[in-house]
DNA sequence: ATAAATTTTTAGACTTGTCTAATATTTTTC
DNA sequence: GAAAAATATTAGACAAGTCTAAAAATTTAT
């Protein structure tokens, strides 16, 4: 039975090694995590032994496949708790990451899976990332960011990478979500903003927002 | 910011006082809480130091009007949670508890409201435990013990005051559930037992059982 | 290829909530 | 109303998870 401390740490492992796939490195951890360096050495030591995770003094860490196991079962439930706010319980999908950190850690297995169930088994959660099942298995989605669209091409919506509030507040307020099909109308060299147009109208997104938002392309 | 461990001495000192209403001593507390009582008398302390307890040494303690707030606040999102997992979930009313003993932690108050609305603000939980309001105000049922039942008289059972699996699971497989009507028909002298009858069939329940049911008696 | 900068680890300390053992207070009993 | 029993508190210790400051290893730059 793992400690909360525990689980988020094999949670942010998980994460920063599927960014970049190599092994994850103290510092990225203790930023991620919000904690000193030394704290995740302490840590990582604790997980090693425990077997959760494949740690060499200043090599870095990945997960073991037991910690890639724990670490996906977190990850379904905080998903899973998502598309609950969200699609019973009247949230939005800026509020709900906070509320989900808490309730992922919730241990009863007959509590997901009755959830999921309850939910009819959903394959993404509200900001389109999907949602391993009981095997920890998950579709990987076909999409690009949309700052690699060139200009002419098209697709939908179907993800953020940032899910910040701030971020998801923003785009809200322009009006994208999820499913909205843009159309890239011009590509600004000098900031990498993009013109884009959907609903009969067109914004100019920066390059922090392009990098953000996943697409899935038309064709 | 309360922890989790705070929470729970708060709730049991509620629920301990409003047994037998005066002030809750330290060894009933470390036995509900399964704790020694040197460690409930270090956390009586910080209680009382942050107004939650009002607590002279050697004399118990209560909650302050901001303790029994609390309390009440968790006790409120413990009995949602439970009528959550038996209406939503398919849980049987035994197994809810140790789950809602996690999710009555969980914090945000718009969850807890939305909780309400979305079960369609019920009264009480699956065991017939009374659910405060977001005002911490609750209905105080006319109930009695089954024991205090003389024969002849009728009721309907209304709720269990324990509600351990073991008891719950002994009351399903005689098939007693909340709603039903039971008839005395004796009560034995030599071992406080009754024979009750409902459905078209009696049963004798020991002086265990008829203790922890509770009954609105007919008329 | 060495010096400087960065990253990581170690050593020792602090907080929370718990424990055991010893002591103090209250309650019960005779 | 004293002695015995029960209850409660204090003192000191420990584990988990964190921290700061110092030391060690690695990477980068010249």
Redesign the interface.
């Known amino acids: 039975m793992l400690s909360l401390a525990e689980e988020n740490y094999l949670k942010a492992i998980y994460h920063l090694h599927h960014e970049n796939s190599k092994a994850v490195s103290t510092n990225d951890l203790s930023s991620i995590l919000e904690t000193k360096a030394s704290s995740v050495t302490d840590m990582l030591k604790k997980l090693a032994d425990k077997n959760l995770v494949v740690y060499k003094k200043y090599q870095g860490v990945k997960l073991s496949d037991r910690g890639e196991t724990t670490a996906l079962k977190v990850i379904r439930k905080h998903r899973l708790w998502e598309v609950f706010?969200v699609e019973?319980?009247?949230?939005n999908w800026d509020?709900v990451h906070?509320?989900a950190e808490?309730?992922e850690h919730?241990?009863?297995e007959?509590?997901t899976d009755?959830?999921d169930r309850?939910l009819d088994y959903p394959k993404r959660d509200p900001h389109g990332d999907p949602i391993p099942n009981k095997d920890g298995q998950f579709a990987v989605a076909n999409k690009t960011m949309l700052s690699e669209l060139e200009i002419g091409e098209s697709g939908v919506c179907v993800g953020v990478k940032d899910s910040s509030p701030a971020f998801l507040n923003y785009l809200d307020k322009q009006a994208i979500a999820l499913g909205k099909t843009l159309i890239v109308k011009e590509k600004e060299s000098f900031d990498q903003s993009m013109l884009v147009a959907y609903d009969d109208k067109a914004l100019r997104l920066s390059e922090q927002a392009t990098q953000n938002l996943y697409i899935k392309p038309n064709s």
Chains 1, 2 share one sequence.
């Open positions: 706010l019973k319980l009247n949230f509020e906070e509320i808490q309730l919730i241990q009863s007959k509590l009755e959830l309850f």
